[in-house]
Structures are given as structure tokens and as C-alpha cells.
């Protein structure tokens, strides 16, 4: 068997409007702006994508799902998204390595620090 991870959904109020956040926060290019679905990939041809598709409901809940990201200056990343629109996540965050934000229709991810050796 196989399977290639070809992306992940991503419900939103504004696809196209949650879909431009995303890719001028990572970096990545749109394949597909259509009133039913938005997609960014790293580049046109590699997977994999964040697809964007309008729901009629709003967050409500914490994501079950969230991606990280790791940075090679995580001060400098996590304040370059709050630049962009992104806000600390209002729940409890401890003393840990990452900082959790929210994107601008509050779905939560974390900017982690510096990876540690595991030799």
C-alpha cells in the first residue's frame, strides 16, 4: 500500500482571505482560488497543500489538529506573525519551549524552539 499526504483542509469563514494569511506567513504560492476552495502549496508542484474551504459555522472549540512550525529564530518568527495578524493563544501555556498562536480566524499553532539533541 501506499499514500502520499496530498494536504490538509482547512474549514474557514473567508477561505481567501485565511488562505493569503497562510501563504504570505509561510511563504508559499496559490494553485487554486475558486469560490468553493483556496490552495497554497510550498511550490506549484510539491505537496503537500493547505486547502481552504468556506463553512457556514465559526470556530468554537479548540482545533483537535494544529500544525507546528520550527524556525531558526523563534522570537523573531513569533513576532514577525503578530505583524502579520496572528495573537498569542489565550489558553493556558506554561512554561514550555514553543509559543501557541492563532491564525486570523483563531485556529491555534505553535512556533517551537530550538530543536534539542537527542544524542
Given at each position: 500500500?501506499?499514500?502520499?499526504?496530498?494536504?490538509?483542509?482547512?474549514?474557514?469563514?473567508?477561505?481567501?482571505?485565511?488562505?493569503?494569511?497562510?501563504?504570505?506567513?509561510?511563504?508559499?504560492?496559490?494553485?487554486?482560488?475558486?469560490?468553493?476552495?483556496?490552495?497554497?502549496?510550498?511550490?506549484?508542484?510539491?505537496?503537500?497543500?493547505?486547502?481552504?474551504?468556506?463553512?457556514?459555522?465559526?470556530?468554537?472549540?479548540?482545533?483537535?489538529?494544529?500544525?507546528?512550525?520550527?524556525?531558526?529564530?523563534?522570537?523573531?518568527?513569533?513576532?514577525?506573525?503578530?505583524?502579520?495578524?496572528?495573537?498569542?493563544?489565550?489558553?493556558?501555556?506554561?512554561?514550555f519551549?514553543?509559543v501557541?498562536?492563532?491564525?486570523?480566524?483563531?485556529?491555534e499553532?505553535?512556533?517551537?524552539?530550538?530543536?534539542?539533541?537527542?544524542?
Amino acid at each position: 500500500m501506499s499514500l502520499e499526504w496530498e494536504q490538509v483542509i482547512v474549514d474557514a469563514a473567508d477561505a481567501a482571505a485565511l488562505g493569503r494569511w497562510w501563504a504570505e506567513a509561510l511563504g508559499w504560492v496559490v494553485v487554486n482560488d475558486s469560490a468553493e476552495e483556496f490552495e497554497i502549496r510550498p511550490e506549484q508542484d510539491r505537496l503537500p497543500g493547505l486547502l481552504f474551504v468556506p463553512v457556514p459555522e465559526g470556530k468554537t472549540i479548540k482545533n483537535r489538529l494544529h500544525l507546528d512550525f520550527r524556525p531558526d529564530d523563534q522570537a523573531a518568527e513569533v513576532a514577525r506573525l503578530l505583524a502579520l495578524g496572528a495573537r498569542h493563544w489565550d489558553g493556558a501555556q506554561g512554561e514550555f519551549p514553543w509559543v501557541t498562536l492563532v491564525d486570523p480566524e483563531g485556529n491555534e499553532f505553535c512556533v517551537l524552539g530550538e530543536r534539542r539533541s537527542h544524542i
